[in-house]
């Protein structure tokens, strides 16, 4: 039993089980437990706080690697469902696929391009005055005699 508690180690244990797989919330986790949230809410907050946040590490843990699991499986049946699927399907399947193993290994997802503005003016197009006459404002063809 722990010092100055009422609870034994195993209550402690189970009540910071019920705790971490509650996400921290102390009411879901007294009704999973039955040990009164007030009790619950000091053990996670002081008196338990390191042991609590193992527990939730662990879990954590365990959770990270069920979705591992169950990624590898699904990924599997993507690619056994591969060679029945349309071009754009494909394209798609492929697309997302590279998106998310550029982000799992810390790449950038999306390359943008930031343009300084020019040095010099540079009209629009259609400030152009696109019908007036060759070499009416100075201009020089670029061909002889044109």
Do not use: H
């Not at 102390?26 to 527990?55: H, M, N, Q, Y």
């Not at 300084?116 to 670029?142: F, H, N, Q, R, T």
Request: proline share 5%; aromatic share 4%; glycine share 8%.
């Amino acid at each position: 039993m722990a010092q100055g508690s009422k609870y034994t180690d195993e209550d402690i244990e189970r009540g910071l089980q019920a705790l971490a797989e509650s996400g921290g919330n102390a009411t879901a986790a007294s009704k999973a437990c039955g040990i009164p949230e007030r009790t619950l809410r000091d053990w996670k907050r002081t008196k338990f706080a390191d042991e609590f946040a193992e527990v939730r590490r662990e879990k954590r843990t365990d959770f990270i690697s069920a979705v591992w699991e169950t990624a590898k499986d699904a990924l599997q049946q993507v690619k056994d469902k591969l060679k029945d699927t349309t071009a754009k399907e494909a394209a798609v399947i492929t697309g997302i696929m590279i998106d998310k193993a550029l982000l799992l290994g810390g790449e950038p997802t999306e390359i943008t391009e930031q343009r300084a503005k020019p040095m010099i003016y540079l009209p629009e197009i259609d400030e152009l005055d696109m019908e007036a006459e060759p070499g009416a404002s100075g201009e020089v063809s670029p061909e002889p005699g044109v």
